[in-house]
T-cell receptor
Framework: AQTVTQSQPEMSVQEAETVTLSCTYD???????LFWYKQPPSRQMILVIR??????QNATENRFSVNFQKAAKSFSLKISDSQLGDTAMYFC???????????FGPGTRLSVLP | EAQVTQNPRYLITVTGKKLTVTCSQN?????MSWYRQDPGLGLRQIYY???????DKGDVPEGYKVSRKEKRNFPLILESPSPNQTSLYFC?????????????FGEGSRLTVL
């Protein structure tokens, strides 16, 4: 069974600074998707970024980028120029291609401080 | 607007009183699923459905039922709720095709069982 680990329950960063959230996963599969979802205080789950495991290039979306290390089974999220609106719970998630289930990590609560 | 709609958003009930949380999506997605979110555990899958009349258990199905009579609807039924089912519930959907993967979430339903 796949598992996803986020070793940082809480983090904080000053506005305009850069922060990196860690995620590791365990799988014997070679083809899969990885995701970062953001959950602000409104509780809505919002997709931040997605990475397909067969792509070597790291995904980027504006201020958000990932460092995908397939051999190490690591998928960290970097947030540049942090903004107050980035304050949220962040979940790392894994899904096999043609899979039935997303496996989520326990989450990292990020606070952006003014 | 593409969306997943779940109701009610908030509910307080008592042990043993049957309740249903509705979920509807307007994106013609084949795949729908229910998750519960608990502190420190992330999101865990309760049930999922690959298409009409096709449902299967996720990781934590005990105490829940589902049905998929129409493609757009996937209600979650608690026949006899207990306090350990107090949680935040999310319905989600996605296309079942290859090279997709992104889950679209409803806004969540906060359930309290007294």
């Amino acid at each position: 069974a796949q598992t996803v680990t986020q070793s940082q329950p809480e983090m904080s960063v000053q506005e305009a600074e850069t922060v990196t959230l860690s995620c590791t996963y365990d799988t014997s599969e070679s083809n899969y998707y990885l995701f970062w979802y953001k959950q602000p205080p409104s509780r809505q789950m919002i997709l931040v970024i997605r990475q397909e495991a067969y792509k070597q290039q790291n995904a980027t979306e504006n201020r958000f980028s990932v460092n995908f290390q397939k051999a190490a089974k690591s998928f960290s999220l970097k947030i540049s120029d942090s903004q107050l609106g980035d304050t949220a719970m962040y979940f790392c998630a894994f899904m096999m291609i043609y899979g039935q289930n997303f496996v989520f990590g326990p989450g990292t609560r990020l606070s952006v401080l003014p | 607007e593409a969306q997943v709609t779940q109701n009610p958003r908030y509910l307080i009930t008592v042990t043993g009183k049957k309740l249903t949380v509705t979920c509807s999506q307007n994106m013609n997605h084949e795949y729908m699923s229910w998750y519960r979110q608990d502190p420190g555990l992330g999101l865990r899958q309760i049930y999922y459905s690959m298409n009409v009349e096709v449902t299967d258990k996720g990781d934590v199905p005990e105490g829940y039922k589902v049905s998929r009579k129409e493609k757009r609807n996937f209600p979650l039924i608690l026949e006899s709720p207990s306090p350990n089912q107090t949680s935040l519930y999310f319905c989600a959907s996605r296309s079942a095709g290859y090279r997709t993967g992104e889950l679209f979430f409803g806004e969540g339903s906060r359930l309290t069982v007294l």
